[in-house]
């Protein structure tokens, strides 16, 4: 194992870390709202995908096919709320993960249909070449971070200086109260899965080239995903961002020197138990103490 080693499996880490940290971002996203975790996010992800290199194909440059397919997700999300999780809201718990059960179910079997279970290549914006002359990273996985970060700081001044992100912050956090002072809270919610298909969309496109296209790609990116939200705290963005970035460099060093690449997908498993059983609430997540 020698420095330059290290060095390159940190940084392919933080690479697909911003994949993951993405994908975790969208699952609090959802539980912040509904305090459920979406099952069918990576395969939401993985349909919009498709959509992007239906659009490519058809003669769409790259970016404004990035661009709509964001549209699309978005819309999506919120159709996606109002007609199949809105009659379901007050449903028991095991009902509702049993809708996103089969959703998951509906998306991937759709994609297959339409697209077949034929793996495809997905475009790279960025260039084969070297940015900057840096070996120790590839074009678009520096890409890839640079697009994560833009996202998240989107995202960031959104819910922290726009009217529309506070009340959406105020709808997931106290709806009760929010109604009172006239914020329509099912609209707030649907706006909230809309955002969150919208990242997702865009973690289902910066992945992809790497993984390749297919309808079961995402399925391990979500797995990813899901220990990157706990480790960082399922309630906290900014900790299931840092979740991410921590869960990838940690699957990488893991898997080139210790464990291998075939049991790569093991950590992610290690760390969900290891974190529910040490810290339900995560690194950054808020303990709620409640009196009976």
Do not use: C
Not at 24 to 47: D, K, P, R, S
Not at 187 to 200: D, E, F, I, Q, S
Not at 217 to 239: E, K, N, Q, R, T
């Amino acid at each position: 194992m020698t420095l330059d080693a290290v060095i390159l499996q940190v940084l392919a880490g933080l690479a697909t870390g911003g994949i993951y940290a993405s994908l975790a971002l969208a699952l609090v996203m959802i539980y912040h709202a509904t305090h459920l975790v979406n099952f069918a996010q990576g395969e939401m992800a993985m349909f919009t995908t498709y959509i992007a290199w239906s659009l490519i194909n058809a003669g769409m440059p790259y970016w404004p096919a990035f661009l709509l397919t964001v549209g699309i997700a978005f819309i999506l999300g919120m159709f996606i709320e109002r007609i199949v999780i809105r009659p379901v809201e007050n449903a028991p718990v095991l009902g509702v993960v049993v809708v996103f059960i089969g959703l998951l179910v509906i998306l991937n079997s759709v994609a297959g249909w339409i697209y077949t279970y034929t793996i495809k290549s997905f475009p790279s914006p960025f260039p084969r070449q070297p940015i900057l002359g840096i070996h120790y990273i590839s074009a678009h996985e520096l890409g890839a971070i640079g697009v994560t970060l833009a996202v998240l700081a989107l995202l960031y001044g959104f819910f922290r200086f726009t009217p529309l992100g506070l009340a959406m912050r105020a709808a997931a956090q106290n709806p009760e109260s929010s109604r009172l002072v006239g914020i329509r809270v099912g609209w707030m919610l649907a706006l909230g899965w809309g955002l969150a298909a919208a990242v997702g969309a865009v973690a289902g496109m910066m992945v992809a080239p790497v993984v390749y296209l297919d309808p079961n790609m995402m399925s391990g990116i979500l797995l990813y995903a899901f220990a990157a939200a706990l480790l960082g705290g399922i309630d906290s963005p900014g900790g299931a961002v840092l979740g991410g970035f921590a869960v990838g460099v940690l699957e990488n060093l893991l898997g080139a020197f210790v464990i291998g690449n075939e049991l790569k997908l093991a950590v992610a498993l290690v760390l969900i138990v290891g974190v529910l059983l040490v810290k339900p609430s995560g690194l950054f997540g808020r303990v709620y103490v409640t009196r009976v």
